[in-house]
């Protein structure tokens, strides 16, 4: 996934330096997930926009560790604290596995 051409050179550092795996979860990324650079110590409460302050996370996993660390979630223009609407589910095949996203 880091070798891809639309994919930022912060977020291809970040994936190579976690090897692939969400910091919260520890889950391995995959090719369809919705990835999201995370303040590990959020700027409103201190932290700085600095690598060794970054980390890669799930949308899902970025949503939990914020409301679990209570952060305002929106100080730098993050939005993920608050549900986006959800229209409606889609499933589709992935290799062997059922996936579902929102529409």
């Not at 949503?63 to 959800?86: E, H, I, Q, V």
Request: a positive charge; one cysteine or more.
């Amino acid at each position: 996934m880091g070798k891809n051409p639309e994919m930022s050179p912060r977020v291809a550092k970040l994936l190579k330096a976690q090897k692939g795996k969400c910091t919260h979860c520890k889950m391995y990324f995959r090719e369809n997930d919705v990835l999201e650079v995370d303040h590990i110590i959020p700027k409103s409460k201190g932290g700085r926009n600095e690598y060794k302050n970054l980390q890669l996370l799930h949308r899902h996993c970025h949503d939990t560790k914020t409301a679990n660390d209570s952060s305002l979630g929106t100080k730098s223009g993050c939005n993920s604290a608050k549900p986006k609407p959800l229209i409606k589910p889609e499933w589709y095949w992935i290799d062997d596995m059922l996936v579902m996203r929102y529409a």
